[in-house]
């Protein structure tokens, strides 16, 4: 299983996630913030479980290109 995790609430909108990892990011329209793709939201972390490795790589990515290192990518 592939755990993505993101605070959101920390998010500079700087759309490395998204450049990165386009199936899993996306930006927000309103507050130009990024989103996690079918996430829940618990308390501004919002987490992401995945059976799909195959977006492994993709996350990993985004993970190291986020200058506030907000995203975290776990394999369980």
Known sequence: ??????????CIGCNYCVEMAPAQFQMSKK???????KA??????HTL?????AILEACEL??????VGIITVKVT
């Open 1 to 10: 299983m592939v755990v993505i995790t993101l605070q959101r609430d920390k």
């Open 31 to 37: 507050d130009g913030k990024s989103v996690l793709i």
């Open 40 to 45: 829940t939201n618990a308390k501004g972390f």
């Open 49 to 53: 479980k995945s059976p799909d490795y």
């Open 62 to 67: 985004a993970e190291k290109a986020c200058p």
